[in-house]
């Protein structure tokens, strides 16, 4: 399966404009982690009237260190923990200089220079490299499925994994074949369904990660990102985005 990368190029980074559905949503968005805790954010049409786009991060740094990232003179995000994905936040200017530090820290882990456009939603990646080091991708997310389905995609972030297939648990054909490494799979409409999920390996030293009882429902918009230490060991981090619409403005 070839993928489209949704990547920007470190340190370059022009948003590449491609289909840009439910990039910018009309109404509210409210993010549920593993662990069940949540956050609003608005809609992305009334941040596009305050010139500003909306930006998270998940760290996916097995380091486990707490990570700051500065835009431009502030700092976005500070103390973000291993796993952690935080609430978007609005950024106004539209060419951005995101800098990865570890927590407290004056030097600088890696930086990405990013366009990003009024009222769409990105989340940013912080990843280890194949060095030891660590990497920040940005990628737009696409929150509104289609109607009556659950909206999927799959980021894989852990180096030296390039051939995890991600199924459905007693079905032949998978969802995402052999996703790159620093590349999302694109988002998948499935139908709800309460169902085990597989990560699945093609060396005998890679383990099949099952994510059992994962329910996707409708309406909802789910990412799973794969990361971990060593190849033969992913960990995973999900979250779910549900368009609210009438969420009162102070729930953000």
Partial sequence: MMYRS??????????????????????AVVTT????????????????GRDRSL?????????????????????VFAEVAYKSVTRYVEVGDNVVTFRLRQAGADSVLTENTETLTDGYRYTMVALPDAKG??????????????AGKARLRVINAAPGVSDADVAVQGRKDALFEN??????????????????????????????VLLKDM?????????????GARPS???TIIFDDTVTPGLAAGAY
Avoid: H
Wanted: proline residues 4%; contains cysteine; aromatic residues 4%.
């Fill in 233 to 235: 060991d992913i960990e």
């Fill in 133 to 146: 080091g660590a990497r920040l991708i940005i990628l737009r997310d696409e929150v509104v499925p289609d």
């Fill in 33 to 48: 982690n593993a662990a069940g805790d949540t956050s609003a954010s608005p809609a992305g049409t009334e941040v596009a």
């Fill in 6 to 27: 949704r990547v920007f190029a470190l340190g370059a980074g022009l948003a590449l404009v491609i289909g840009c559905r439910g990039a910018q949503t009309k109404d």
């Fill in 55 to 75: 930006v998270r991060i998940v760290n996916a740094l097995p380091s486990k260190s707490r990570l700051d990232v500065g835009g431009g003179d502030r700092t």
């Fill in 179 to 208: 996703i790159p490494y620093a590349v999302e799979a694109g988002y998948k409409d499935l139908d709800p369904m309460t169902a085990t999920i597989e990560i699945r390996r093609e060396v005998k030293s890679g383990r099949t």
């Fill in 215 to 227: 329910r996707l429902e409708a309406g909802k918009a789910y990412t799973i990102v794969l990361t």
